[in-house]
């Protein structure tokens, strides 16, 4: 057992001073933040349960060892005659995986004098980091004559060193840079590898240049493009470049001039290089952290959102709870899944610390959504670590409710009593969704008749006098069996759910008239924003039939100068060039339909505009797949710069409106402007009759 120096010291405290201590005042003893002694007391704890103690934590009489006398006393026994680590197990492998990162290969006995470990532990270890290293396509290899090496591409060594970074540090890399930014630090490495120096240079530029994009990073992002930052640094002035390709720049157009602005500014600041294949590699990363503002609507993201909307339906539909009309949930899944897919799409993995958390207190919600991602994203797979993040989202919207919802089985197990109770016992914990368990004899289930209550049947033997659905297991309940029964719960959600419900807190339920908490001024303000905004589409809207003789830019310039005339907006050309340079970031059309959608929310429109022009004949435009397309509809949109999030529902109603249904796209890309102009009232009576009429 390894016990660093700290570890030992908070141990002794709190049995020396029993009740007396708290997490601040061993902190302030030990001369360290609150924060590392909590992720301390996670190790503490696992050292007491080898003895067979635990820790409680009691707000009024602060920590405190309980168990028995014997165990108490066994544990200070071998405090006393053992030697503490000044690192733990982490950063030993850490320090294992720099030295395999700096050169091609070691010697084993010279790697295991490097660590100051025996040859045994340096095996363990290196047979613990090639199992983690798997998931970045890289591998060690021991060579008889040669010795070990860690072989993969550079692109791919540097995400995995930044991911253990993050994994196992990320808590202290934080801590380290807020002492950084106060002056609190000495000019000691970092983690034996961030010179304080580089670190801070780059927060700071990081901080500055960031601030001012339109999109703010969350506070793991922030800490993640650092790391990336410094690593890719460090690695290229150290000789190791990137030979491989790592991403397209025309596709990382505003990532890859934020993240040249913060190079120049390093590269004036230090003696370090980057080149363009380091931008391009810090820009793919940057893209895939991107946290967007939830109230920025992407009116381009047509398909994405139509995507969502089914994605919301089908959870519903699982769960027998309507959130088809929560907006908010559908905006955060919307700047969400953006760059959520793009990492997915670049095989960069995301770790998210909450997920085995997450998959305990919402398992059926877990499976719920892993059904709909699986049915909407067909092509996609989705990792446990993303489909967490996205359980948060529903978990948002299903804010003061809670899964009180009981999976019930039935085991029939006649090979006898503990066998019976050793697989009830494994089932309940393998597969959490499953709470409450009972063991029925085949007799017992023939003489019972009825097993409808039961919402899974598991069976260790076959059962042909039954005619529903069982699963049939081993007694010893394999990781195959453990698969059978999670595939068939999944499967089978909607009809589990059918007389279940997520259930409201007590808190919700006294306050179930929650609308009226609304204040008056506000709801009516929401009415007046619905108004307006239909009102201003419906009026604004405009049928045109061109000709195309030159392209769709002098078409699209002719609508925004007769908007000009009509006082809908002002200044046509800023507005026009913001057109044109969301055009040069991606496609617009939108793929099998004929359609493509040119927007822009710009300060120097006044008024909600949704207007169609019909082309004579079709023009080539770039799709929102990225490949070449026939536009025979264009469709503008134009929005004011600030919106309120009922005007921005109403924007994101048409958009997403456009191709919900085969009929809709039909309607839409036809050149009939009243069954177009039928369509969207059509659409916005459906939002009022759901949202705010009620009959």
Same mark, same amino acid.
């Given at each position: 057992m390894y016990i660093t120096s700290r570890e030992k010291a908070i141990i002794e405290l709190i049995i020396k001073t029993s009740g007396r201590h708290t997490a601040l005042s061993i902190a302030t003893h030990l001369n360290v933040s609150v924060r590392t002694i909590h992720r301390d007391l996670k190790a503490v704890e696992k050292i007491l349960q080898s003895f067979s103690l635990h820790l409680t934590r009691d707000t009024n009489e602060g920590l405190t060892i309980q168990g028995k006398n014997e165990q108490i006393f066994r544990l200070i026994q071998h405090l006393t005659g053992m030697h503490p680590i000044d690192q733990t197990l982490e950063e030993r492998k850490l320090m294992l =995986? $720099?030295? $395999?990162?700096? /050169? /091609?290969?070691?010697? @084993?006995?010279?790697l295991a004098v490097f660590l100051g470990v025996s040859v045994t532990t340096l095996t363990t270890y290196l047979d613990e980091l090639t199992d983690?290293?798997? #998931? !970045?396509? =890289? #591998? &060690? *290899?021991?060579?008889r004559g040669v010795g070990v090496e860690l072989t993969g591409t550079e692109a791919n060594k540097r995400t995995a060193l930044a991911s253990y970074f993050l994994l196992y540090f990320n808590e202290e890399l934080i801590e380290r840079l807020f002492l950084l930014e106060n002056g609190q630090l000495t000019q000691e490495k970092i983690l034996n590898y961030f010179l304080p120096d580089y670190l801070l240079a780059i927060d700071r530029s990081v901080n500055a240049t960031y601030s001012k994009a339109q999109s703010p990073l969350t506070d793991s992002d922030y800490?993640? =493009? &650092?790391? %990336?930052?410094?690593? *890719?640094?460090q690695r290229t002035e150290a000789g190791f470049l990137l030979g491989e390709e790592v991403g397209h720049r025309n596709e990382l157009t505003d990532e890859y001039n934020l993240i040249k602005k913060i190079c120049k500014e390093l590269v004036a600041a230090y003696p370090v290089s980057v080149n363009k294949d380091d931008i391009i590699y810090l820009a793919v990363i940057l893209k895939g952290s991107k946290h967007h503002a939830a109230d920025v609507v992407h009116f381009d993201s047509i398909l994405l959102g139509q995507m969502i909307k089914n994605l919301i339906k089908d959870v519903s539909s699982q769960l027998h709870v309507d959130l088809k009309q929560d907006f908010s949930l559908f905006q955060g899944l919307l700047a969400h899944m953006e760059p959520s897919l793009f990492r997915i799409k670049k095989q960069m993995s995301l770790f998210n610390p909450l997920k085995e958390d997450i998959k305990r207190k919402y398992p059926v919600l877990f499976m719920a959504i892993k059904n709909s991602l699986e049915k909407e994203f067909k092509d &996609? &797979?989705?990792?446990?670590? +993303? @489909?967490? !993040? @996205?359980v948060l989202h529903f978990g948002s919207a299903l804010v003061l409710r809670e899964e009180e919802i009981s999976i019930k089985a039935l085991i029939v197990c006649p090979t006898g009593i503990g066998t019976s109770k050793m697989l009830a016992s494994r089932i309940k914990k393998e597969i959490k969704e499953i709470d409450s368990v009972e063991i029925n004899s085949i007799k017992d289930i023939q003489q019972q008749g009825n097993l409808t209550s039961y919402d899974a049947i598991i069976s260790t033997i076959r059962l042909p006098f039954i005619d529903i659905d069982y699963i049939l297991v081993s007694p010893l309940l394999s990781e195959e069996n453990i698969l059978s029964i999670r595939s068939y719960l999944r499967k089978n959600i909607e009809n589990l759910m059918k007389n279940k419900q997520y259930s409201k807190s007590a808190q919700q339920k006294a306050t179930t008239s929650g609308r009226a908490k609304v204040p008056l001024t506000d709801l009516l303000q929401e009415l007046k924003d619905v108004q307006q905004s239909i009102e201003?589409?419906?009026h604004n809207f405009?049928? !045109?039939?061109?000709?195309? =003789?030159?392209? %769709? +830019?002098? @078409?699209i310039e002719n609508m925004i100068e007769m908007a000009e005339k009509e006082q809908l907006l002002t200044h046509a050309k800023a507005v026009i060039e913001s057109l044109k340079k969301r055009e040069r970031l991606g496609g617009l059309g939108i793929p099998n339909t004929g359609m493509a959608l040119f927007h822009s929310r710009h300060t120097k429109v006044k008024e909600l505009i949704f207007q169609v022009s019909y082309l004579d004949e079709p023009c080539l435009v770039k799709g929102m797949d990225g490949s070449d397309m026939y536009m025979k509809n264009l469709l503008l949109m134009l929005a004011p710069e600030e919106l309120s999030t009922r005007q921005q529902e109403i924007v994101s109603l048409i958009s997403t409106g456009l191709i919900e249904s085969n009929e809709a796209i039909m309607i839409f890309s036809s050149s009939n402007e009243e069954m177009i102009r039928t369509r969207l009232e059509a659409i916005f009576l459906d939002y009022l009759h759901t949202n705010l009429i009620r009959e």
């Open positions: =995986l $720099l030295a $395999l990162l700096k /050169e /091609e290969s070691y010697k @084993i006995q010279s983690w290293l798997r #998931q !970045f396509n =890289l #591998q &060690i *290899t021991k060579k800490i993640r =493009l &650092i790391v %990336h930052i410094y690593i *890719t640094m &996609i &797979i989705f990792p446990d670590d +993303e @489909i967490a !993040f @996205i201003a589409v419906i405009r049928f !045109f039939k061109v000709q195309n =003789l030159m392209g %769709h +830019e002098p @078409i």
